[in-house]
């Protein structure tokens, strides 16, 4: 070639080749020829650019690197080839942009001015539907010529004729079959200015930075530590844009643009198809711009701009926060919104922004929605099936996650009766696709469908509610991710047709031992019992110890905290066995631990069990009977908490004449231990113990020792 010109940084290929042919004054088609490339393709007089402007072959990237001395990789950079993945989506079998993708677009935007101080030469970054203006000259990109109304570069220049830098090589509006072509100066085209401190710069700003590096992750917090990529960033402004377009009202976007670009704005809107469409207005979609890009400047400027609005928020809460005026507009509009089709309206999204649109609408959902979608933790995953957490879960959710949980009246009494089974069956809700009805099902529970979404809506309208529900997810991910040390399911189906736990006439022995008036029949150790296995509340137990009347309930929670350390030793021993009977390796009992982190800054409705420690239970409990509201006043906490507290730590509140007793029967296995197994006599029993022999002979026989003759043993002298 007698002249070569170097492509200009940025610069597209045929811009190129359009400036070597015009400063050659030839054809076009003499530089086609010139280097190789096709110049009578069927995209030549088609409204699609030649295939080579879109993504070149090796073939033709090494016949234009011999003819003009332009590294191969210069000329990839003057196509959409570093963009398609990123900002663009390229059919590779067709090098054809696919327009329903990442707003793909026909044809190229420009600015007037970066035309005339160029002298014509177009950057290939115009063709993209991201490029909306020119943060040189501050200006709004223009998308058509003003005379004769078509998008430059729509189709690839006209073979036979000379291009001309920096004028229109469109045909020329009623000219006939071969038209002659425009050739208006585009230099010429009225621009609209936006203030170069403004949002609009600020947003396509941002888009160049990334666009100068496509394959690397766009970090925005929205996105966590690791950013994401620039396509998924762009999907999810393509998707909000579309939104915005479809559904934003006017007075909405006023912060983000000038007057002039909203009058555009709106001018587009009420008419986005171009003119000859073939389409006619009632067969217009509402949606048309969740599909295709905006055939207007103004309109993705302040699309972009609204996305990234709630895009670059710090998190997904503040995030929901931003989309929730959108939402609102949606909902408006007619559209029925429910969490499972909000995140579709705009297309496929990320999982940050799905999570966010679900947390926009919070406030309208329903409760069990909430909880189902985990809107409390911010999730970004969608419901799915996790029914398996049924088996970790008991029946009636630990007791100390109930105190916790557990919304009350201001006179202290529960705001929902049987609430710890519907904690329950509200935590394996958490996350879960599952009905209610087959939640309650799977827990075990007696509850009904009605019981849940009522005692879920008390949640919601409780001040700490929210709180609540976010406990109880954090709480379902805590046994998704860790297990649980107890197999719920597998105890419920070996002890719920159980009635009988421990002998009756063992449990009345001891309470003869510890008790002044010791209980009528050992019914409420058996209710202990299952209440302990099953992880059940007593009333689902059989029915021969289930308590049938609230006077029953009653007695057997008063039971719980007035049982004395002696009697739930031998009730936990009891258990253990009856474990080892089955062959289950498993704690007695067992509740999950949350890190303290993650519930830091919970607020909830119950007391922290452990803010008071055993010892200072013990240290305020008087010495004989006692009443809980008058401990409650003393420890400064309520009835529920002192409940729970003397159930877990049992006091040995028995007026002084027993507590000699209570500590014989806490040590009569060992001593039983060292007589038949140590073959120790009572008398070395006795001096190890600092009690009497007496005391010492009479706890066995009443424990069924049988007791070896004095001086038996070997090298001992017979008494006397």
């Not at 679900?358 to 329903?366: A, D, F, G, I, N």
Request: net charge positive; proline share 10%.
């Amino acid at each position: 070639m007698p002249i070569r010109c170097a492509p200009e940084p940025g610069e597209a290929l045929d811009s190129w080749l359009e400036f070597t042919a015009a400063r050659l004054t030839c054809p076009f088609t003499d530089v086609l020829s010139a280097l190789g490339l096709p110049n009578r393709e069927t995209a030549m007089a088609a409204l699609v650019l030649p295939a080579w402007t879109i993504r070149l072959t090796q073939d033709e990237l090494a016949a234009i690197t011999e003819v003009t001395g332009i590294a191969d990789s210069v000329l990839t950079g003057m196509t959409l080839q570093p963009f398609d993945g990123h900002a663009v989506d390229v059919l590779p079998r067709h090098r054809r942009v696919n327009r329903r993708v990442l707003w793909g677009r026909a044809g190229s935007r420009f600015c007037p001015l970066c035309l005339a101080d160029s002298g014509g030469r177009w950057p290939v970054a115009w063709r993209l539907s991201w490029s909306f203006a020119c943060t040189r000259h501050h200006v709004l990109l223009a998308d058509r010529c003003p005379a004769c109304h078509r998008i430059p570069r729509m189709r690839s220049h006209p073979r036979r004729d000379t291009p001309r830098p920096g004028r229109c090589s469109s045909a020329a509006p009623d000219g006939g079959p071969r038209p002659p072509r425009c050739h208006h100066p585009l230099t010429d085209t009225p621009a609209t200015a936006i203030p170069a401190d403004g949002p609009l710069a600020e947003a396509q700003h941002l888009i160049d930075t990334a666009l100068t590096t496509p394959g690397r992750p766009v970090r925005w917090r929205l996105y966590g530590p690791g950013g994401a990529p620039l396509n998924v960033v762009l999907g999810d402004t393509k998707s909000l844009g579309a939104l915005v377009l479809n559904h934003a009202a006017p007075d909405d976007l006023g912060p983000l643009a000038p007057p002039d670009v909203l009058d555009r704005l709106e001018r587009y809107r009420a008419d986005p198809l171009p003119a000859g469409s073939q389409r006619s207005p009632d067969t217009r979609h509402g949606d048309l711009h969740s599909h295709v890009a905006p055939g207007d400047a103004a309109a993705t400027a302040v699309a972009v701009t609204a996305a990234f609005r709630i895009l670059r928020a710090e998190n997904i809460r503040s995030a929901a926060r931003a989309a929730q005026w959108l939402t609102d507009r949606m909902a408006a509009s007619g559209k029925p919104l429910y969490p499972s089709n909000v995140v579709a309206l705009g297309g496929t999204i990320s999982p940050a922004l799905e999570a966010a649109l679900r947390c926009s609408r919070e406030t309208k959902l329903m409760p069990v929605a909430r909880l189902r979608h985990r809107t409390d933790v911010d999730s970004v995953r969608p419901p799915a099936d996790h029914n398996a957490r049924a088996r970790l879960l008991p029946a009636g959710l630990w007791p100390e996650w109930t105190l916790r949980l557990t919304p009350r009246h201001a006179s202290g009494r529960p705001a929902a009766q049987r609430a710890d089974e519907l904690l329950a069956v509200a935590c394996l809700l958490a996350g879960n696709t599952t009905p209610i009805r087959a939640a309650v099902r799977l827990t075990g529970t007696a509850v009904s469908s009605h019981n849940v979404s009522t005692f879920l809506a008390t949640l919601t309208r409780h001040p700490h509610g929210a709180d609540v529900l976010r406990a109880l997810v954090l709480l379902a991910d805590h046994l998704d991710t860790h297990g649980a040390q107890i197999d719920y399911a597998r105890r419920r189906a070996l002890f719920t047709t159980r009635s009988r736990f421990i002998d009756p006439q063992k449990w009345r022995g001891l309470q003869r031992w510890l008790r002044s008036n010791p209980g009528a029949d050992a019914v409420h150790a058996q209710r202990w019992l299952f209440h302990a296995l099953s992880g059940s509340p007593p009333h689902l137990a059989h029915p021969d110890i289930a308590p049938a009347t609230p006077a029953q309930r009653q007695h057997y929670q008063r039971f719980r905290w007035r049982i004395l350390p002696a009697e739930a030793d031998l009730l936990t021993r009891t258990a253990q066995a009856l474990l080892d009977e089955y062959g289950i390796n498993e704690p007695v009992r067992w509740a999950p631990q949350l890190p303290t982190p993650e519930l830091s800054d919970l607020v909830l409705p119950g007391p922290d069990p452990d803010s008071i420690t055993a010892a200072r239970l013990h240290q305020a409990v008087p010495g004989s009977d006692f009443s809980v509201a008058q401990l409650a006043r003393t420890l400064g906490t309520t009835t529920s908490h002192v409940t729970y507290l003397l159930s877990q730590h049992p006091v040995g509140w028995s007026p002084p004449r027993f507590h000699r007793t209570q500590h014989t029967a806490t040590r009569v296995p060992q001593w039983r231990t060292w007589y038949e197994h140590d073959h120790l006599s009572l008398q070395a029993i006795a001096d190890r113990e600092g009690t009497s022999l007496a005391t010492i002979r009479f706890a066995l026989l009443k424990n069924g020792a049988q007791l070896r003759p004095a001086g038996s043993q070997p090298g001992r002298p017979r008494r006397r």
